[in-house]
């Protein structure tokens, strides 16, 4: 089986954008018996890595603030890419629009979320070769 965070094209991550963590935490955890991990990323807060038999495989934060309160809570699914920068420029001229700019995350990769000519949100995402 190919590794999806090395293959180009696969879904390697999926990351729910919460308005209670906790509630969210809880849902997921006990419906598909997944375990976390809990780490610290900006301004303190907390990011819940999910594990579903010992591997990670996506993850839940706080809906930032900025958006509005009438957003639900949703999951994002990250696409692996060979080249975040060439296929973000490809994305954005087939249609696409960008939710954000490339972002580089240090020992994780470069990502950018993205939203399809028909309206829904993904992520693309090169992860750093380990």
Sequence with gaps: MNDPMNTHGAFSWCELSSSDTGKSKSFYTSLFNWEYDEMK????????????N???????????????SEVPSMWTPYITVDDADTTYKKALDMGAKAITPLIDIPDVG???????????????ITYVKK
Excluded: N, R, T
């Design 41 to 52: 990323i900006q301004d303190g807060e907390i990011y819940h890595v999910l594990k579903a």
């Design 54 to 68: 010992g591997q990670p495989m996506g993850g839940i934060m706080k809906q930032p603030s900025d958006i509005p």
């Design 110 to 124: 470069k990502f950018s979320y993205l939203q399809d000519p028909q309206g829904a949100i993904f992520a693309i």
